[in-house]
């Protein structure tokens, strides 16, 4: 047993010192600094958007001891996360987990840079949510967040980076944006600065289905069409006061989260078929998808 557990332990501290290769302290708010993590080897970092108070005078430290200064590339507050362009090259960029290899109850070590030294804590995944159709990956663990850590990485027992640390999501829950989401935020906020996401301009809540309609769909509940907004997507492309959206191009939709979830930055200027009700009948609707300002 002692054994197993010199093996372990020795494993563990081996999968700390990889990743810390990867792991810088950002100084961009008054209070303690906070961590992050090598994106590319030229100077990309991401971390945690709550803990990037200041958009000017930004500075991170690097694992050799070194000092750069640090520019906001962008920040998505949904995901908590952004990214910061440093003045420096030559970093180590780490290895990512494949989100589909990370299973409830695998250890993991959170892992932060809020001082001079690297700071880790083990824990394990408690939950994980994923969302493929929003870009949704999130991995819940037990590790206690110390103070710095957000923006640092989760990282498995073999020294891959599972996400990136956030206490700033859910109060009191130590979250991980893992891999997929930061590549989706990642590449939309270096094309454009921001998270692209559309809109049709409608005010929805949810509402169960008529029995025959509910088993004709293979779904028990929809969205009913509360308020048009003027002159919005939805009103240009005939969506009324009462319809009920039950699909959006083929994807089914039945809570306000999902119709939220099928209009991905993706689809901004796309004309999308929009399966109501109206009428008791379903029928398609013509939509062009706007850009949420």
Excluded at 69 to 75: H, I, S, W
């Amino acid at each position: 047993m002692s054994e197993i557990l010199r093996n372990l332990s020795d494993a563990m501290a081996e999968a700390v010192q990889a990743a810390g290769s990867s792991i810088v302290r950002v100084e961009a708010r008054r209070r303690m600094p906070a961590s992050g993590i090598v994106w590319s080897a030229d100077g990309l970092i991401i971390t945690a958007h709550h803990v990037v108070e200041n958009d000017e005078n930004i500075r991170v430290s690097l694992p050799d001891g070194s000092r750069a200064r640090a520019a906001l590339v962008g920040r998505d507050p949904n995901s908590d996360v952004a990214v910061l362009r440093a003045e420096t090259g030559g970093l180590t960029v780490p290895t990512w987990a494949d989100a589909d290899a990370v299973r409830v109850g695998h250890l993991a070590l959170a892992v932060g840079r809020p001082g001079d030294q690297l700071q880790t804590t083990l824990g394990v995944i408690s939950a994980l949510s994923h969302s493929p159709n929003d870009h949704q990956y999130f991995a819940q663990t037990d590790v206690v967040m110390y103070p710095g850590f957000s923006g640092g990485p989760l990282v498995s027992v073999t020294g891959a980076i599972i996400g990136l640390n956030t206490s700033g999501l859910m109060r009191g829950i130590s979250l991980a944006v893992q891999t997929p989401t930061l590549r989706y935020v990642a590449d939309s906020l270096l094309q454009h600065g921001r998270m692209r996401r559309g809109y049709l301009g409608v005010g929805v809540q949810p509402v169960k289905l008529p029995g025959a309609l509910a088993e004709q769909l293979g779904q028990k509940t929809g969205v009913l069409v509360m308020s048009v907004e003027p002159d919005s997507p939805a009103e240009r492309g005939g969506l009324f006061l009462g319809d009920t959206i039950v699909a959006v191009d083929g994807e089914r939709v039945e809570t306000g989260e999902d119709l939220v979830s099928s209009l991905g930055g993706g689809r901004i200027g796309q004309t999308v078929a929009v399966r109501i009700i109206r009428g008791g009948q379903t029928q398609d609707v013509q939509v062009a998808v706007g850009e949420r300002s």
